[in-house]
């Protein structure tokens, strides 16, 4: 199985912020790496898929970039509704794997 | 627009079995995929697997063969998740989660179903 790490686990930020989260895969996964945003008791929402791409709806203070092993989400400018658990995913092989979650706090 | 509506809470007995559904509205349900994923309580995300809306044919991760089994009734546009001989581990949150064309990311996703198992 393909394993998925994120890093930092947890951060800390104002609104305003620029926040980065990475994501590193055990093996190269091409550009098959999706962004999820869940807040809590809420299901996840699609933020970035196919490691570049915005979901429709979207804002776009959201960006993903990166492609084989090591990939990245950037928010632009933190909002208060960022304020969740981020996680990625990879899909280019089965089992679909996420990594552990980043939680991003308020500072 | 597109809407996955699942079932709500279910409270078992340990060895009891749960079935969780999950339908599908604003699309057309057999052009894509259902994939399943758990969220323990406190936990990440856990992919399950996932089912061909088209086929029928369903794919499980390791660790969910045996007693969990993914179903369709396409006439009601109706996705299953059946859990059997059920474990307090099982406690968790089950999503159903509608695979879109781009890279296989899960555009749509139900609302969750908490199961708790506890005598």
């Known amino acids: 199985d393909i394993q998925m790490t994120q890093s930092p686990s947890s951060l800390s930020a104002s609104v305003g912020d620029r926040v980065t989260i990475t994501c590193r895969a055990s093996q190269s996964i091409s550009s098959y790496l999706n962004w999820y945003q869940q807040t809590p008791g809420k299901a996840p929402k699609l933020l970035i898929y196919a490691a570049s791409s915005l979901q429709s709806g979207v804002p776009s203070r959201f960006s993903g970039s990166g492609s084989g092993t090591d990939f990245t989400l950037t928010i632009s400018s933190l909002q208060p509704e960022d304020f969740a658990t981020y996680y990625c995913?990879?899909?280019?092989?089965?089992?679909?794997?996420f990594g552990q979650g980043t939680k991003v706090e308020v500072k | 627009q597109v809407q996955l509506v699942q079932s709500g809470s279910e409270l078992r007995k340990p060895g009891a079995s749960v079935r969780v559904s999950c339908k599908a509205s604003?699309?057309?349900?057999?052009?894509?995929?259902m994939n399943w994923v758990r969220q323990a309580p406190g936990q990440g995300l856990e992919w399950m697997g996932w089912i061909s809306t088209n086929t029928g044919n369903p794919t499980y991760a390791q660790g969910f063969t045996g007693r969990f089994v993914f179903s369709l009734d396409t006439s009601v546009s109706t996705a299953y998740l059946q859990i059997s001989s059920l474990k307090p581990e099982d406690t968790a949150v089950y999503y159903c989660?509608?695979?879109?064309?781009?890279?296989?990311?899960?555009?749509?996703w139900g609302q969750g179903t908490l199961i708790t198992v506890s005598s």
């Open positions: 604003g699309y057309s349900f057999t052009t894509y995929a």
């Open positions: 995913q990879q899909t280019y092989s089965t089992p679909q794997t």
């Open positions: 989660a509608r695979e879109s064309g781009s890279d296989y990311a899960s555009d749509y």
